[in-house]
Nanobody
């Protein structure tokens, strides 16, 4: 069984930065993809970005491209989401996920594990 635990959320002013972390306990497969999703109040959960764990493939939603960056720490079995130039529209609960591959995760499918979520609030 795998558990994903996010941390790093909080309140920040527009234009600021936050870094979210997602650590995994238990066995994960090197072929999996790790991704981030978010859900704002009254809206559906949406794709933010995803990276392949053992390769160089990373892709982002257009709404965050150029502002958000996903990175990996293999030794710590952890994925990060660096969020810069934050906007009030980025306010949401952010979820980490492990899935089958990058392509499926961009379509919000093939998700194997979800984290519990961490709140990010951006004030104007």
């Amino acid at each position: 069984q795998v558990q994903l635990v996010e941390s790093g959320g909080g309140l920040v002013q527009a234009g600021g930065s936050l870094r979210l972390s997602c650590g995994a306990s238990g066995r994960t497969y090197s072929g999996n993809a790790w991704g981030w999703f978010r859900q704002a109040p009254g809206k559906e959960r949406e794709f933010v970005g995803v990276t392949s764990w053992n390769g160089g493939m990373t892709t982002y939603a257009d709404s965050v491209k150029g502002r958000f960056t996903i990175s990996r720490d293999y030794a710590k079995n952890t994925v990060y989401l660096q969020m810069n130039s934050l906007k009030p529209d980025d306010t949401a609960v952010y979820y980490c996920a492990v899935g089958l591959d990058v392509s499926q995760m961009t379509r919000k499918s093939g998700i194997v594990y979800w984290g519990q979520g961490t709140q990010v609030t951006v004030s104007s």
